[in-house]
């Protein structure tokens, strides 16, 4: 038995390789729509109004405001509004100063400084945040910042041990937190 080559597959139609253009910007359309767009510059307004009184008074050479104001209307909502008279401020200016005591030499007046309008040296958060790991593990700064529970903002332990010391060179009127006795212990420890 004898095989032949089976007869080759009928041709496949035409495919076109490629992509279709886009259109121009020149195109035929794009010209056609062009002058159909256009609005008119100016619009009489005569046409517009139904009231034969406002369209015998209205003059379109004039501004709105101007047509509205003859009308009666006003043509800014915002004009009825007064302003402060000068008067109002020299009635101001009339009234008696009010007599300071207690001024001293110079004239400046200092006014007593509260505990939160004083700028400490070290934050509040970063003290409770340095009070919280060495109460926890003394000066073994290593394993303070190995510790993901107290030390919640991965400081390296170069910067730990940084904190701690600008810490012990607090002021005591600086030290704003509350520190156990372990604390207290190293405090008194060190120096």
């Given at each position: 038995?004898?095989?032949?080559?089976?007869?080759?597959?009928p041709?496949?139609p035409?495919v076109?390789?490629?992509r279709?253009k886009k259109?121009?910007s020149?195109?035929?359309?794009?010209?056609a729509m062009?002058?159909?767009h256009q609005?008119?510059?100016?619009?009489n307004?005569?046409?517009?109004?139904?009231?034969?009184?406002v369209?015998?008074t209205?003059?379109?050479k004039?501004s709105?405001?101007?047509?509205?104001?003859?009308?009666?209307l006003?043509g800014?909502a915002?004009?009825?509004?007064?302003?402060?008279?000068?008067?109002?401020?020299?009635t101001?200016g009339a009234?008696d100063?009010v007599e300071?005591?207690d001024?001293?030499?110079d004239?400046?007046v200092?006014?007593?400084?509260?505990h939160?309008?004083?700028?400490?040296?070290?934050?509040v958060?970063?003290?409770?945040y340095i009070?919280k790991?060495v109460?926890?593990?003394?000066?073994n700064?290593?394993?303070?910042s190995m510790?993901i529970?107290?030390?919640?903002e991965?400081?390296?332990?170069?910067?730990?041990?940084k904190?701690?010391?600008?810490?012990k060179?607090?002021?005591?009127e600086?030290?704003?937190?509350?520190?156990?006795?372990?604390?207290?212990?190293?405090l008194e420890?060190?120096e």
């Amino acid at each position: 038995m004898c095989f032949t080559n089976p007869q080759p597959p009928p041709p496949s139609p035409q495919v076109k390789h490629g992509r279709a253009k886009k259109g121009r910007s020149s195109s035929r359309r794009n010209k056609a729509m062009k002058g159909s767009h256009q609005v008119p510059k100016y619009k009489n307004p005569k046409g517009l109004f139904k009231d034969a009184e406002v369209k015998a008074t209205w003059d379109p050479k004039m501004s709105a405001r101007k047509n509205l104001s003859k009308l009666g209307l006003a043509g800014a909502a915002n004009d009825d509004i007064k302003r402060p008279s000068q008067q109002a401020f020299e009635t101001i200016g009339a009234l008696d100063p009010v007599e300071l005591y207690d001024v001293p030499a110079d004239g400046r007046v200092r006014a007593k400084k509260k505990h939160s309008d004083i700028l400490l040296p070290m934050s509040v958060s970063k003290q409770e945040y340095i009070v919280k790991n060495v109460t926890k593990h003394g000066t073994n700064f290593k394993k303070m910042s190995m510790d993901i529970k107290t030390n919640i903002e991965q400081e390296t332990a170069r910067q730990l041990e940084k904190l701690w010391l600008k810490f012990k060179g607090l002021k005591e009127e600086e030290r704003v937190v509350d520190w156990g006795e372990r604390v207290e212990e190293l405090l008194e420890e060190e120096e």
